[in-house]
């Protein structure tokens, strides 16, 4: 009898459905915050999870429908936020709620660095696609600000995604390969012109910094223009403690070139940290270095700078295979030349660490 008893209880057990705070506890794919903190579940009665998501066409609904089931859910009914509860999820986003850590109380503050060119054409989108991704595997958390609102390429290069989703005056960029996303190409079709004077480019910039919520990453990577328009002055004014990394080609004509973007940047009372220099040599299968664009541009600007040359990506045909197909060579093959070199240049940028102490006030949020 008494085995009789202790099996039955074991079924009830076995049997039991998990509470609310099994349910709120599992942590939501974009925001990367309990489902129960961001107010995303509702009732739980007999298994019946009420779900509400900000919008029905949520990017992440599947995976949490998932997640739900996974944790013992045995039906699931979805449902959009209402406008208050809208609100309240972007007051916990902003950090004014208890229980979410306030952007003003992280110990280290966002690092803003600005990827530049003085022409196109020397792989400067894909090098802030892939430095990226090589400082995330470091262990940090990171995003994009894809500046070149006329020539936007960065949605392109990190493949296919779903669009930013737009909460009243806040917007959740849009996330992949884990990193934040944000760029003009998430709003406009990928062949359609952006005919903007300056004045509607400054605050449009201003706007994707200052609205997004980025999370305060440990970085922020701007892929900026090519030249030194409008766009420079303006992160100048918004983010006047961003730093400025140059990127060019072994070619001297490139390196003259970039040379202004960087002279651009001092005159704007930007620091500029450092070259990355693209597009370097590499060893074929008989083991030939054959230098395509030249040598020695990287190291000549870096000394004209006073600035260090902090690493060369060598030419590698799948690095520029990738940016064309949407998938990086840092996630592809981690291991290539030209990932092993990103990962060098991303840990000798965090070796540099910021440039001086931000104010609370200049966080990215």
């Not at 009732?43 to 997640?67: H, K, M, N």
């Not at 030209?338 to 660490?353: H, K, N, Q, T, Y």
């Amino acid at each position: 009898m008494i085995e009789v008893a202790r099996k039955r209880l074991a079924f009830l057990h076995m049997s039991t459905t998990p509470d609310r705070e099994v349910f709120a506890a599992i942590l939501e794919p974009l925001v990367r915050r309990p489902l129960g903190d961001v107010g995303f579940i509702g009732e739980v009665v007999d298994g019946v999870v009420e779900c509400r998501l900000p919008v029905l066409s949520w990017p992440a609904r599947e995976q949490i429908e998932t997640e739900l089931r996974a944790a013992g859910a045995r039906d699931i009914q979805v449902r959009a936020m209402t406008d208050p509860e809208r609100d309240e999820l972007r007051l916990v986003l902003r950090g004014a709620n208890k229980g979410v850590l306030p952007v003003t109380d992280r110990k280290s503050s966002t690092r803003i660095l600005g990827i530049s060119s003085g022409k196109g054409g020397v792989g400067k989108s894909s090098v802030t696609v892939n430095l990226a991704l090589a400082l995330q595997s470091l262990g940090h958390s990171v995003a994009i600000l894809d500046a070149d609102v006329y020539g936007f390429s960065v949605p392109r290069m990190l493949g296919d995604v779903s669009a930013p989703i737009i909460l009243g005056d806040m917007v959740l960029p849009t996330v992949v390969h884990g990193l934040r996303c944000i760029s003009m190409g998430y709003f406009v079709d990928d062949d359609q012109p952006v005919l903007w004077r300056g004045p509607m480019l400054h605050k449009a910039i201003n706007q994707l910094i200052t609205e997004v919520w980025w999370d305060a990453p440990d970085f922020l990577l701007i892929d900026m223009p090519p030249g030194t328009g409008d766009v420079a002055l303006t992160i100048s004014e918004v983010v006047p403690h961003a730093e400025m990394y140059v990127v060019t080609t072994p070619q001297a004509a490139a390196q003259r070139v970039a040379q202004r973007s960087a002279l651009a940047a001092k005159k704007l009372r930007l620091s500029v940290r450092g070259v990355i220099e693209n597009m370097g040599g590499y060893v074929d299968s008989s083991g030939n270095l054959l230098e395509l664009f030249g040598a020695g541009g990287g190291a000549t600007l870096a000394a004209d700078l006073e600035t260090p040359l902090l690493g060369t990506i060598p030419f590698d045909v799948a690095l520029r295979h990738g940016g064309d197909v949407g998938a990086p060579l840092m996630v592809t093959d981690p291991n290539a030349a030209a990932s092993r070199a990103f990962r060098a240049v991303a840990e000798r940028i965090a070796a540099l660490g910021p440039t001086r102490i931000y104010k609370s006030e200049l966080l990215v949020r």
